[in-house]
C-alpha cells in the first residue's frame, strides 16, 4: 500500500503543467438558474488535461487557459456545460437542474414512458441500491422495494435464495411467485440470483392490473422487469470492481455443555421412570470431569469440529462500454467465489467443503443498419460450479444437532498397534447399533454439479415515420438453453469402537472394527440428476407515439408472442411433449396537457393447458390519472409542493400456472393400463397374476385459468423537487383458484382426487415510498429513502367437508396461517393432569402442555385446533436508509424490518436425547442450551418454562403444533454499511482514470429481535445452514 501511494505521488508531482505562451486569466461567477445566487464547489476543468479549479463561496473562480480550451462546468445535481474560452476574459455561467425525476423515462410492459405519464402502479429500483457484498442478487431486495415481500431462510452458498411475492401471497394455487423477466424474457428465481447487479440499466417491480395486464395469463402475481446495460457512443469506458469478503453466521446455535447432557439425560430416564436404566454411569460423568482420556471418555464439540468461524470470498466484475455512430456495445464478464463454512480436513486429498463458483459474460450490441434500422445483438451466459457435501451444507449442520456429544470422539488415532492402517479409524459407539459420526459423513466424499444458461437473442427496430410520425415496428427472437449434471463421489468410511488398553503401555489403545465387509478405502461414483432444457420465444411489435398541438399525446402497442419450451429429461410422456403459449397484448394512452391520463391494456393468452373451450383468455385493465400539480390554480404552491398527482387502475390478470407441471392437460384422463397394486389372481395358481388398470385423474374440460381482479388507488406528492411521496391503496380478489373437490361422497367409487377451480381468495394492504435528494453548496450531497409494504390475504371459498366447529374452517382466515392447540401452561404435576380435561396425544404426566379446551366438550383432541399466530410469510416489510458524501468520501446505512408473522420451533427435531433412525444410522439428538436452562423438573416445577418435562423419548404431547412453541417473526437488522472513498479527480486524471473508489462495506451486522436461538429470519429452519454477516472490502476503478 506504501508503494502504492509513492507511486501516485511521483506521477502527480512529475505530470507535466505547462502554459503556452497565449495563455491568459480567465475570471467569471457560476450562478444557479431557478435563484440567480452564486454557486460554491463548482468543478471547473479544462477539457482533456488535469488543470482545473472550484468556485469559491461567491461562486467564483479564476483559470489561466489559451482560447482554444474548452472548460467544463460540473456540480452534482446540475447539468454540466462546456464553454469554449474564445476571446472572452470573463465568464458568467448559469447552471441549471438536472431533468426532474418526472421527465425520466420508465421501463413498463414491452415499452418504455415518461415517469410524468405512468398511470400503472410501478416502482424503480436504482441498481446502486442492489450492490450488496454478495453474489445473490434476490438477497439484496428485502425492504428496498415498497410492494415487495422478501425473506431469507438459509445462508448456504447455492442455496441462499430469497423468497420474494409482490403485495403478499394472493393465492393458494401452484405458482404464487412473481414472473421474471430479464430483457424481455422469462428466467428462474436462479437465472435472477445469478444476474451481476454491475450489468443492470433498470430494475422494475410491476404491482397492477394496469402494469401487468399486457402481459395477460403470467402476470397474476406481478412481474419483475429487468433491463441490462446498451452500448452507448464514445470512447471505450472500462469499469472494474474487485471485492474480497469475510464471511461468518450471524449466530450460532448454543449447545449445552457435555457434562450437562449427561446429567440431564439421565434425569430425562429418571423423570418418566424411576427405575429406569441410566444412560451415564456416575463413574462416566466423573471421568469426564476431570477428562481421565479422551477415548474412553469422549467429549466432542461436533459444531467446532466441522465448522469454522468464518470464511472468505471473492467477486470480480469487467466491463468494457462504448462506441461509434453504427455501432455501440456494452460486454461484460463476473466471476465469484462463494465457500462454505466447513472445516477442510487434511486426512483426504479432497475438500468437502462447500465451494460455489460462478462465472457470466454478457454481450449487448446496438447496430445501426440505417437511418431508420437498428439491429442488437445480446448474448449472455451464466455457469455454476459447485462442491460441497454429499448431501448439502445444511445436513451436515442437522447432523450436529443430531448426534450425542459424549458417545464417541470423531475419529481414533492409529497407534502403533494399528500402524499400517491406511483409512481414517472412524469412531463409533460398542455394542449392536450404528450411530452417525457426522464428522465421517462429511468427510467421506463430495458432491459436485454444473448448471449451464446460455442466451443468444436479436432484435430488430424499424421507424415507418415514412408511413407516418411516430410508428415503429419492433421484432425480437430469443433462444435460451439450460443444462444441469451433478455426481457424487464417496467412499464407505470405516467405523471403530473402542475396546480400552492393551498391555504395552498408555498408549496400546485397542478398537474393534465393526464394519470391515462394508466399509472401503476408495472412491465411488454415482450419477445425479441430469436436466436439458431448450427454450424459444418470438415477439413482434407494432408501437405509435405522437404528440399534436404540443397537448394531446397519443400512444398504441400491439405485440405478438410465441413461447415454447422442451424439456430433455422429461420423465413421462405429459412432461416431454413442448410447453407452448402464444399471446397478443396491447395497450393505449392518452395524456391531455400533462395533466389528465388514461391507459387501457389487454392481454389475450393461450395455453395448451386447456381444453379448446378454455384455451384462450382475455384480460382487460383501465388507468386514469390526474396531476393537479400542472393545473393553473396549482401555480401559488408549485415551489412547496412540486408534484401532486392521483391515479386509479382496474382490471384482471390471468395465471394459467396452476397445478404441478405434470398436471399438464386437466381435459384428459391419466390411465395407468398396468398397475400392480390393482392386480388380480386367475385359477388356483395364486401366483398367476394380472396387473390392473388404475385411473389417476379424470378428465374436466371446464378447468381454466386463475384470474385476479385488482384495484389500485395511488397518490404521488413532491415538495420542494427534493422529496417524493407515493402511496398505494390495493385490493385484489382471486377466482379460479385450483383445488380437489372435497364434498364429493366417497359412495360414487372414485379412485382419484377431482380438482376443479372452486377456490377464491382475497388480499388488500398498501405500500409507500418516501424518497429524499439534496445536494448542498458546499458539495456535500444527501439522499434517504423510506419503503413500506403491508399485505395481508385470506380464503373467500375452500371447499371443504362441513364442521360443526366454525374455527376449523378455512373461509375467513389468512393464507398461510397455521392451525393448532391452544397452549395454557405446563401442567403443574400428575394431579394436575387428572383433574383437567383428557388430552388424546399420548400418556401425559406433570411438567407436559396443557391445552385449553376450545369446544368445551371436556377433551382436547384435533377439534380443538384453531388458526395461531401471524401467517409465516410476512405481511410487513419495510426499509428505511440514507447515503451522504462530503468530498471525496461517501456513507450510507440501510437498515431492513419485517413484521406479522410467525413461525414455530420444531419441537420434534429439537427434543433432546431422543434416539432415531436415519439411512442404517442410529442418531440422538443434541441439547440446546436454552432447555438445559429453562425446563420443568420436580424440583422446579416452573409451568411456563421454555421446556416441559424431560424425555429421551418423542412425547406426543409436546409435539402438537401449539402456540408453546409459536414465536413471533419480527425483526429489524442492519442490513448494510458502506464507507467509500474517492481518489480526487486531480490524482485519478495523472493516473489516467476517470474514477477511483475504495470501500468498506457490511452486510447483516446488528439484529433486534426478541427471538435469540438463531437467526429469527430463518424462522423455523434454524438448526440448518446460518445466514451469513459479511464484511467486504472493494475497489472499483474506471478508466
Known amino acids: 500500500m506504501k508503494n502504492k501511494i509513492c507511486f501516485v505521488l511521483c506521477l502527480t508531482l512529475l505530470f507535466p503543467l505547462y502554459l503556452s505562451a497565449q495563455d491568459r486569466m480567465i475570471r467569471g461567477k457560476v450562478i444557479e438558474a431557478e435563484t440567480n445566487e452564486p454557486l460554491p464547489g463548482v468543478s471547473i476543468l479544462i477539457e482533456n488535461s488535469t488543470r482545473g479549479v472550484t468556485t469559491d463561496i461567491d461562486g467564483t473562480f479564476e483559470l489561466r487557459a489559451s482560447a482554444s480550451d474548452n472548460l467544463v462546468f460540473s456540480f452534482l445535481g446540475m447539468e454540466s456545460q462546456t464553454l469554449n474560452v474564445g476571446d472572452k476574459t470573463y465568464l458568467e455561467v448559469t447552471m441549471s437542474r438536472q431533468v426532474s425525476d418526472l421527465e425520466e423515462v420508465t421501463v413498463v410492459g414491452f415499452g418504455r414512458q415518461r415517469k410524468e405519464s405512468v398511470v400503472a402502479s410501478i416502482t424503480t429500483v436504482r441498481p446502486s441500491e442492489l450492490k450488496i457484498p454478495s453474489s445473490n442478487l434476490t438477497t439484496a431486495l428485502s425492504g428496498r422495494v415498497a410492494g415487495m415481500i422478501s425473506y431469507q431462510r438459509s445462508g448456504e452458498p447455492g442455496m441462499d435464495n430469497a423468497d420474494f411475492f409482490i403485495r403478499g401471497v394472493t393465492t393458494f394455487g401452484y405458482k404464487v411467485d412473481p414472473l421474471i423477466l430479464i430483457d424481455n424474457v422469462e428466467v428462474t428465481p436462479t437465472d435472477m440470483a445469478r444476474l451481476q447487479v454491475d450489468d443492470i440499466e433498470s430494475f422494475s417491480i410491476m404491482k397492477d392490473a394496469t402494469a401487468t395486464a399486457i402481459y395477460g395469463a403470467r402476470g397474476a402475481n406481478g412481474v419483475i422487469l429487468i433491463t441490462t446495460k446498451e452500448g452507448q457512443e464514445g470512447p471505450a469506458r472500462v469499469n472494474f470492481r474487485v471485492e474480497n469478503a469475510m464471511s461468518a453466521p450471524t449466530k450460532k446455535v448454543e449447545l449445552a455443555d457435555p457434562i450437562t447432557y449427561m446429567k440431564l439425560h439421565n434425569e430425562a430416564v429418571l423423570t418418566r421412570d424411576p427405575l429406569g436404566v441410566l444412560p451415564y454411569s456416575y463413574k462416566k460423568i466423573d471421568n469426564t470431569v476431570i477428562g481421565s482420556g479422551s477415548l474412553m471418555y469422549p467429549t466432542t464439540d461436533w459444531q467446532d469440529l466441522l465448522m469454522k468461524d468464518y470464511t472468505m470470498n471473492q467477486r470480480v466484475n469487467l466491463s468494457v462500454r462504448g462506441g461509434g455512430k453504427v455501432a455501440q456495445y456494452f460486454v461484460s464478464g ?156 464417496q467412499y464407505n468410511p470405516f467405523y471403530y469402537s473402542y475396546q480400552g488398553l492393551g498391555s504395552k503401555g498408555p498408549n496400546d489403545h485397542i478398537y474393534y472394527l465393526i464394519n470391515e465387509d462394508s466399509g472401503t478405502e476408495y472412491l465411488n461414483y454415482s450419477e445425479g440428476g441430469k436436466q436439458v432444457s431448450s427454450v424459444f420465444y418470438m415477439e413482434s411489435a407494432l408501437d405509435y407515439n405522437r404528440t399534436f398541438q404540443d397537448k394531446h399525446t397519443v400512444s398504441a402497442l400491439l405485440v405478438y408472442i410465441m413461447r415454447s419450451q422442451l424439456d430433455g429429461n422429461a420423465g413421462s410422456l405429459q412432461l416431454s411433449l413442448p410447453f407452448r403459449n402464444i399471446g397478443l397484448s396491447g395497450r393505449t394512452t392518452y395524456a391531455y396537457d400533462k395533466r389528465y391520463f388514461l391507459e387501457f391494456n389487454f392481454g389475450l393468452n393461450g395455453s395448451e393447458r386447456f381444453h379448446v373451450s378454455q384455451r384462450y383468455g382475455f384480460f382487460p385493465s383501465i388507468g386514469l390519472a390526474w396531476t393537479l400539480s400542472n393545473e393553473a390554480f396549482w401555480e401559488p404552491v408549485k415551489k412547496v409542493v412540486s408534484n401532486f398527482r392521483l391515479r386509479g387502475t382496474y382490471g384482471l390478470v390471468g395465471n394459467d400456472a396452476i397445478g404441478s407441471p405434470a398436471d399438464r392437460f386437466f381435459y384428459l384422463s391419466n390411465v395407468v393400463m398396468q398397475e400392480p397394486a390393482r392386480a388380480a389372481a386367475f385359477g388356483k395358481d395364486l401366483s398367476y397374476r394380472h396387473n390392473g388398470i388404475s385411473i389417476t385423474r379424470y378428465p374436466n374440460e371446464d378447468i381454466t385459468w386463475e384470474t385476479s381482479y385488482k384495484t389500485n388507488l395511488a397518490l404521488e406528492v413532491g415538495l420542494f423537487e427534493k422529496t417524493n411521496i407515493q402511496v398505494d391503496l390495493f385490493r385484489e380478489y382471486r377466482r379460479n383458484i385450483l383445488m380437489n373437490r372435497s364434498n364429493i361422497p366417497t359412495s360414487m367409487g372414485l379412485s382419484a382426487a377431482i380438482a376443479a377451480n372452486v377456490g377464491e381468495a382475497s388480499s388488500k394492504g398498501v405500500d409507500f415510498s418516501i424518497d429524499h435528494s439534496q445536494a448542498f453548496r458546499n458539495g456535500s450531497w444527501f439522499q434517504s429513502r423510506v419503503n413500506f409494504t403491508y399485505a395481508t390475504s385470506k380464503y373467500e371459498v375452500y371447499e371443504e367437508p362441513q364442521y360443526k366447529e366454525p374455527w376449523l374452517y378455512r373461509a375467513g382466515y389468512p393464507i398461510r396461517i397455521n392451525r393448532g392447540l391452544i397452549a395454557e401452561r405446563l401442567f403443574i404435576d400428575d394431579q394436575d393432569v387428572s383433574n383437567s380435561p383428557k388430552q388424546h396425544f399420548g400418556e401425559v404426566r406433570g411438567g407436559d402442555i396443557k391445552y385449553v379446551d376450545v369446544n368445551k366438550d371436556g377433551q382436547i383432541t384435533n377439534l380443538d385446533r384453531v388458526p395461531i399466530g401471524y401467517p409465516t410469510t410476512p405481511e410487513i416489510n419495510y426499509g428505511f436508509g440514507f447515503s451522504y458524501g462530503v468530498k471525496d468520501f461517501d456513507l450510507s446505512m440501510f437498515f431492513q424490518g419485517s413484521a406479522r408473522s410467525s413461525f414455530w420451533i420444531d419441537p420434534s427435531a429439537t427434543a433432546p436425547f431422543v434416539e432415531r433412525t436415519r439411512g442404517g444410522f442410529y442418531t440422538q439428538t443434541q441439547l440446546l442450551k436454552s432447555y438445559a436452562e429453562d425446563y420443568w423438573s420436580e424440583s422446579n416445577q416452573n409451568i411456563y418454562a421454555l421446556w416441559p418435562r424431560l424425555s429421551e423419548t418423542i412425547v406426543e404431547n409436546n409435539i402438537q403444533t401449539s402456540t408453546w412453541f409459536m414465536r413471533d417473526g419480527t425483526f429489524l437488522r442492519l442490513k448494510q454499511l458502506e464507507l467509500g472513498y474517492t481518489l480526487p479527480e486531480k490524482l485519478t486524471n495523472n493516473l489516467k482514470m476517470s474514477n477511483l473508489r475504495f470501500y468498506v462495506n457490511g452486510t447483516n451486522l446488528l439484529l433486534w429481535s426478541k427471538f435469540k436461538l438463531w437467526d429469527v429470519e430463518m424462522a423455523g429452519n434454524g438448526l440448518g445452514y446460518p445466514i451469513q454477516r459479511v464484511y467486504n472490502l472493494g475497489l472499483q476503478l474506471s478508466f
Open 334 to 489: 463476473a466471476f465469484n467465489q462463494d465457500n462454505g463454512i466447513l472445516k477442510v480436513d487434511q486426512r483426504n486429498n479432497f475438500n468437502s467443503n462447500v465451494n460455489l463458483k460462478t462465472y457470466s459474460l454478457r454481450g449487448n450490441i446496438n447496430i445501426n443498419l440505417g437511418k431508420t434500422t437498428e439491429m442488437s445483438v445480446r448474448m449472455n451466459g451464466s455457469f455454476d460450479d459447485y462442491i460441497g457435501p454429499r448431501q448439502g451444507g445444511t445436513q451436515v449442520y442437522n447432523d450436529v444437532m443430531m448426534t450425542n456429544p459424549v458417545l464417541f470422539p470423531p475419529y481414533y488415532p492409529a497407534g502403533e498397534r494399528y500402524q499400517y492402517v491406511k483409512h481414517i479409524m472412524f469412531g463409533n459407539a460398542s455394542g449392536s447399533k450404528m450411530f452417525l459420526n457426522p464428522y465421517a459423513n462429511m468427510v467421506s466424499g463430495y458432491r459436485e454439479y454444473s448448471r449451464a444458461m446460455m442466451l443468444a437473442q436479436l432484435e430488430l427496430r424499424q421507424n415507418l415515420k415514412s408511413i407516418t410520425e411516430g410508428l415503429n415496428f419492433r421484432l425480437m427472437m430469443n433462444t435460451t438453453r439450460n443444462s444441469f449434471f451433478d455426481l457424487t463421489r
